[in-house]
């Protein structure tokens, strides 16, 4: 049997790209021609912020989990279609509630929940902020023939006003946060299965197991 998969049905071999509303207004009143060099560096970037983006909707996935778990609504489905209506903020929120009044938030998952809400401010502004390319310091016209130019990458937060340098490790960084994340909670969660009650109606904790036993 041939497994097909339907959603990579684009034949094309053409480079696919990410504009800033600059390059695409100088497209459309073709002054010039675009600066492909920074077009290419743009998309590298962007392509790594999606990563730590698509990567910390897992976690969020997880995150939905360990509520459900702990809570053990009476109807599932419906606790989770509210649950798809808030951001991933408010769903920490509701797990360190759900945690405390039921006697089972320790000082290590105080601590881990603080660096999920860390991650998720990082994931918030590369996830609403813009990316603009810039000279780190202005050269004279008289110094362009002996002097280089050091050009860097910024990020836009339209939340906080400021701006701040992005790299290409430092989104390496970011995604290896958020994959650490995700296994230290379910390192954490192993630990908590022992000390919280089984749940009675969320009957499918897809992440959630106890322990393995030793072999």
């Not at 992005?166 to 970011?174: D, I």
């Not at 192993?190 to 197991?209: D, K």
């Amino acid at each position: 049997m041939a497994i097909r998969s339907l959603s990579f049905d684009d034949d094309s071999d053409e480079d696919m790209c990410v504009f800033s509303g600059e390059d695409l207004l100088t497209a459309h009143l073709d002054q010039m021609d675009l600066d492909w060099g920074e077009v290419a560096e743009r998309s590298a970037l962007d392509e790594r912020r999606g990563l730590v983006i698509t990567q910390v909707a897992v976690v969020e996935e997880l995150i939905d989990q360990f509520i459900l778990y702990v809570a053990d609504p009476a109807d599932p489905e419906d606790y989770k279609r509210r649950l798809d209506r808030k951001t991933i903020g408010p769903r920490l929120d509701e797990l360190e509630v759900a945690l405390a009044e039921r006697g089972l938030l320790d000082a290590a998952g105080a601590a881990l929940l603080a660096d999920l809400r860390s991650l998720v401010q990082i994931r918030n502004e590369l996830t609403h902020g813009t990316i603009y390319r810039t000279l780190l310091y202005v050269v004279p016209i008289r110094e362009f023939a002996t002097r280089d130019l050091e050009l860097e990458w910024s990020i836009y937060s339209r939340r906080s006003r400021t701006s701040r340098r992005l790299t290409t490790s430092g989104l390496r960084r970011n995604l290896e946060e958020a994959i650490g994340c995700f296994t230290a909670l379910l390192q954490w969660g192993e630990g908590l299965a022992q000390r919280a009650p089984r749940p009675r109606n969320f009957l499918e904790p897809t992440y959630f197991t106890a322990p393995r036993e030793e072999l």
